[in-house]
């Protein structure tokens, strides 16, 4: 992989980093995410910086950014635009929503109705909008980031499997370490970080990017090891429902991106299983006992990687 791609994608890393303190892997995923061209969940708490996240992205590749604050009265037509009349036309005109921007924060996505979200559901899969029988594509490079909170469940709809697998990976942020929420403050003490991000790449640097992380080399050793990982999710047996290839699919594609952010044209052992928690748990359904029994999602997959050793090849330490 050129050093110039690693460099790029190095710099989107750290300029998110001057606002998200102490958060280097879940900054890392998500930008692994967007090289990827997926879509990502941030599954946390209030008031940790998911938003804060998605707007220090956006900003870091000079996208668009769109913010939408989901809840139970959001209509589909909210989110993906409407047909006004327009006297001057004599014709309905498309009068496009807000995801109709590069990056989209779908924000505590679990308090809309199904079906509003459901209409976001094409946007992310299909990368399109239908409205009165006309298809519209949303910009590219194109992201959801949807955030929820999940010690609220008065008021909120549990996102469905089918919604859930169209997500490439899901992280957490957590709270931040004493020393990590000193700095924080320090930052804020007089403004906010965020409103002094500045781009690193543009759009169109991003959309080739992406298309030399699709470019990154995956040996057949490791194509089976993605399969081997993702089919023990469906036949272990604390799991009534596995990954389907969708998972297999996003295995691939995020450590292709990790591969490039260490300026490797090929991918290693390490990359797959580094991302193998982030990109399986939420394809997850657990058996009820066990869920009961405290055990969750993320548990099962570190389970399966202890259990399935990789195959022998190249190392993070060769050249």
Same mark, same amino acid.
């Given at each position: 992989m050129?050093?110039l791609?690693a460099n790029?994608?190095a710099?989107?890393?750290? #300029?998110?980093?001057?606002?998200i303190?102490?958060?280097h892997?879940a900054?890392t995923? *998500?930008? *692994?995410?967007l090289?990827?061209?997926g879509h ?6 209030p008031?940790v ?6 707007? $220090?992205? *956006? @900003?870091s590749v000079?996208?668009?950014f769109k913010r ?6 959001l ?5 993906t &635009?409407?047909s006004?009349?327009?006297?001057g036309r004599?014709d309905?005109v498309?009068r ?7 990056i ?6 679990n308090?809309?109705t199904p079906? $509003?979200?459901? *209409?976001?559901?094409e946007?992310?899969? /299909? @990368?399109?909008?239908?409205a009165?029988?006309v298809?519209y594509p949303?910009?590219?490079p ?5 955030t929820e #909170?999940?010690i /609220?469940?008065? &008021?909120?709809?549990s ?6 697998d @169209? ?6 942020l ?8 000193a700095?924080?403050l320090?930052?804020?003490?007089l403004? =906010? ?5 500045e ?6 640097e991003l959309?080739?990017?992406q298309?030399?992380?699709r ?6 050793s490791?194509?089976a090891?993605i ?5 023990a999710?469906?036949? =272990?047996p604390? !799991?009534?429902? &596995?990954?389907?290839p ?8 995020? $450590?292709?991106a ?9 991918v ?5 299983? $580094?991302?193998? !928690?982030?990109?399986l748990? =939420?394809?997850?359904c657990?058996s ?7 055990r969750?999602?993320?548990d099962?997959i ?6 399935h050793?990789?195959p022998?090849?190249r ?5």
């Amino acid at each position: 992989m050129p050093t110039l791609t690693a460099n790029k994608i190095a710099a989107i890393i750290a #300029n998110v980093e001057r606002v998200i303190v102490g958060k280097h892997e879940a900054v890392t995923l *998500a930008v *692994a995410a967007l090289l990827a061209d997926g879509h990502m969940l941030i599954d946390d708490i209030p008031g940790v910086g998911k938003t804060t996240l998605a707007q $220090s992205l *956006a @900003r870091s590749v000079d996208g668009i950014f769109k913010r939408v604050q989901f809840t139970p009265d959001l209509l589909p037509s909210d989110l993906t &635009g409407v047909s006004i009349w327009d006297p001057g036309r004599q014709d309905f005109v498309f009068r496009p929503g807000p995801v109709f921007a590069n990056i989209v924060l779908a924000d505590e996505i679990n308090r809309a109705t199904p079906k $509003s979200q459901a *209409a976001l559901l094409e946007c992310m899969e /299909e @990368r399109q909008v239908s409205a009165d029988g006309v298809s519209y594509p949303v910009p590219r490079p194109f992201m959801v980031i949807a955030t929820e #909170n999940p010690i /609220e469940y008065e &008021g909120t709809y549990s996102l469905p499997e089918a919604e859930l697998d @169209r997500f490439l990976l899901r992280i957490r942020l957590g709270y931040p370490q004493p020393a990590e929420e000193a700095v924080i403050l320090e930052q804020q003490r007089l403004r =906010h970080p965020k409103e002094s991000v500045e781009p690193v790449v543009d759009s169109q640097e991003l959309l080739e990017l992406q298309q030399r992380v699709r470019q990154v080399y995956l040996e057949d050793s490791l194509k089976a090891y993605i399969v081997e990982l993702v089919n023990a999710t469906r036949t =272990h047996p604390e !799991v009534e429902l &596995g990954a389907s290839p969708r998972g297999s699919l996003a295995l691939m594609r995020l $450590s292709q991106a990790l591969a490039a952010a260490e300026g490797r044209e090929y991918v290693i052992p390490e990359d797959i299983r $580094s991302v193998a !928690v982030a990109a399986l748990a =939420h394809r997850l359904c657990l058996s009820p006992d066990w869920q009961m029994r405290g055990r969750s999602a993320e548990d099962i997959i570190r389970e399966i990687l202890a259990a399935h050793p990789p195959p022998l090849g190249r190392r993070r330490s060769e050249p």
